[in-house]
């Protein structure tokens, strides 16, 4: 069993900042891509930000310039620090991981539970 743990997300204000994180734990034989991804109300869930285990990063349009993504890879930790928020920021960002189960073959999707992001203009 592998379980994702997101935490940091909450309230924020248009321009301000919050701080996301997402910790692997469990099982684990090898983790190869880690991101986030975010759904609005009544939205499709998207890409936000993605890290390989080379440290090769792809991310949204929308996020360039505002949203870093870092790894801990001896944490088998992810952050998001998010800057610059605005309203159609507000989503529930999911933590997602492929990842070699112990024991078992393969890499599979893991996701989080998600965590609520708002942000008021």
């Known amino acids: 069993q592998v379980q994702l743990v997101e935490s940091g997300g909450g309230l924020a204000q248009a321009g301000g900042s919050l701080r996301l994180s997402c910790a692997a734990s469990?099982?684990?034989?090898?983790?190869?891509?880690m991101g986030w991804y975010r759904q609005a109300p009544g939205k499709q869930r998207e890409l936000v930000a993605v890290?390989?285990?080379?440290?090769?990063?792809r991310s949204a349009d929308s996020v360039k310039g505002r949203f870093t993504i870092t790894r801990d890879y001896a944490k088998n930790t992810i952050y998001l620090q998010m800057n610059s928020l605005k309203p159609e920021d507000t989503a529930v960002y999911y933590c997602?991981?492929?990842?070699?189960?112990?024991?078992?073959?393969?890499?599979?999707?893991?996701w989080g539970q998600g965590t609520q992001v708002t942000v008021s203009s």
């Open positions: 890290i390989t285990s080379g440290g090769n990063i």
């Open positions: 997602n991981a492929d990842v070699w189960y112990s024991g078992s073959y393969g890499y599979r999707a893991t």
């Open positions: 469990g099982s684990i034989f090898r983790i190869n891509d």
